[in-house]
């Protein structure tokens, strides 16, 4: 099986490493997430500059033409960097739906602008009776003459307080877990009953719990199909497991280097801590996890880039699987054998494990996808 890189996707690799060693230090990134806005304008702009945020769409849409190792390789570099900017939610949630489901006047209207920088997006499906079934859905839509008016609730809306552009998933029939009766719709984030609270995620991110109070539209509103938008978003979800799979990479990697490091520094009576036989086998362990999690990344990402089927999502599902346990075996490690100063605030360490934490959880935890997998 051959596991090299294109020189496209070499360069591609690259350019986001550089990006992140030069203009991504922990101290400038603490400085971000403190800011109003959550993230920097100016790094955004740059992702556009390079065509980062082309890479998943078509050249036919103004992209790049990439797939899911394009955003795997970028995704595990913004990963070693903890990149705080709205890539998944904008480019690979709202964006994935347009591009998967969208008219063409839908996608003539919208991709360009996300390619270029100038639109933030956010999609909404998360409600907190639905756990992660993404069919059990209490908003719904009705039709109102030519119109539809959406009235509900959800949480956990990832980039929300930056968002211009809602892609928001309803019932428009149908019982309230049942597969068929789910659409999704475009809405303004500005539109007259989108009410917004506003908060700081655990990971450093911003999310907004978001509600629908009659809110009108039109029939160019609806993304894909009537009642059938299920599929369409589940693929989106499988494709942004990926990509925060991915990213978690990333992090295990930085973590268990920057914990081999320190231990051979930190002395304790009298010598390295990184001599002693059982901190080794410790150290070890935490390199086979990233490298069984790095494993089933690549196999993850050749089975969605064959096409999108029982296969990939069982890929996708074994894979988040190893991320949850590995993640958490080498967050919980490195903070650990970095003793007391694991626990601070000023030490990246912390911040790392965080951000797997939450990834553990995004899209789906552990038993979530071991039982996905099983029915698969």
Not at 181 to 189: C, I, K, P, T
Not at 296 to 313: F, I, P, Q, T, V
Not at 348 to 372: I, P, S, W
């Amino acid at each position: 099986m051959d596991f090299s890189f294109s020189e496209e996707q070499t360069l591609l690799k690259d350019s986001v490493s550089r990006f992140v060693h030069n203009d991504y230090e922990f101290a400038a990134r603490q400085k971000l997430v403190k800011s109003e806005l959550g993230y920097s304008r100016d790094h955004w702009r740059t992702f556009a500059e390079l065509g980062w945020l082309g890479v998943p769409f078509a050249e036919k849409d103004g992209g790049y033409g990439g797939g899911p190792l394009e955003t795997m390789l970028l995704m595990e570099e913004f990963g070693k960097g903890l990149v705080v900017e709205p890539y998944v939610p904008t480019v690979l949630l709202a964006g994935a739906l347009l591009r998967i489901a969208g008219k063409s006047a839908q996608k003539e209207r919208y991709l360009p602008r996300i390619i270029d920088g100038s639109l933030q997006a956010a999609f909404a499906f998360a409600e907190p009776q639905g756990r992660f079934n993404l069919a059990d859905l209490t908003t719904t839509a009705k039709k109102d003459g030519e119109d539809w008016l959406l009235e509900g609730y959800k949480c956990v809306v990832l980039n929300g307080p930056s968002a211009d552009l809602l892609v928001v998933s309803a019932r428009t029939t149908g019982a309230q877990r049942a597969r068929t009766g789910v659409s999704l719709f475009l809405v303004d984030a500005s539109a007259a009953g989108v009410s917004r609270r506003d908060y700081p995620t655990v990971d450093a991110l911003r999310a907004s719990e978001i509600t629908f109070e009659n809110v009108r539209l039109g029939k160019d509103a609806v993304l894909g199909r009537v009642g059938r938008a299920l599929p369409v978003i589940e693929q989106a979800i499988d494709e942004a497991t990926l990509a925060i799979g991915a990213e978690a990479v990333g992090c295990m990697e930085v973590l268990y280097k920057a914990t081999v490091e320190y231990c051979k520094t930190r002395e304790q009576f009298g010598q390295p801590i990184g001599k002693f036989q059982v901190l080794q086998h410790r150290m070890v362990d935490m390199f086979m996890e990233y490298e069984q999690s790095k494993s089933l990344m690549y196999m993850a990402a050749m089975r969605m880039a064959e096409g999108y089927g029982d296969e990939a999502k069982k890929a996708v599902s074994a894979f988040k699987v190893q991320v949850g346990k590995s993640g958490r075996f080498v967050g919980q490690n490195a903070v650990q054998l970095h003793g007391g100063m694991g626990m601070t605030d000023e030490l990246n360490v912390g911040h790392y494990f965080k951000r797997l934490t939450t990834v553990d959880t995004l899209f789906g935890n552990v038993d979530h996808h071991l039982r996905r997998f099983g029915s698969l």
